[in-house]
């Protein structure tokens, strides 16, 4: 997900996309810890889209 895709929701938007990807983070925790994801390359990016999400509330809650 691209910060440029972010910009164009809402908030509401932005706190079910948030949920949703937390709820796969925690899934894909749990698959990892029993070592059953062979890409751990998921799990780093959904931490990013989190993080560009929780940004972009900061930011509209800021303001900008």
């Known amino acids: 997900m691209k910060f440029s895709d972010?910009?164009?929701?809402?908030?509401?938007?932005?706190?079910?996309?948030?949920?949703?990807?937390k709820k796969e983070l925690l899934s894909v925790r749990l698959l990892s810890s029993s070592g059953q994801v062979p890409n751990?390359?998921?799990m780093n990016g959904l931490k990013k889209d989190y993080a560009r999400l929780m940004t972009r509330l900061t930011q509209i809650k800021e303001g900008n």
């Not at 972010?6 to 949920?19: Q, R, T």
């Open 6 to 21: 972010i910009k164009n929701m809402s908030v509401s938007e932005i706190y079910a996309k948030a949920y949703e990807v």
């Open 40 to 42: 751990l390359n998921v």
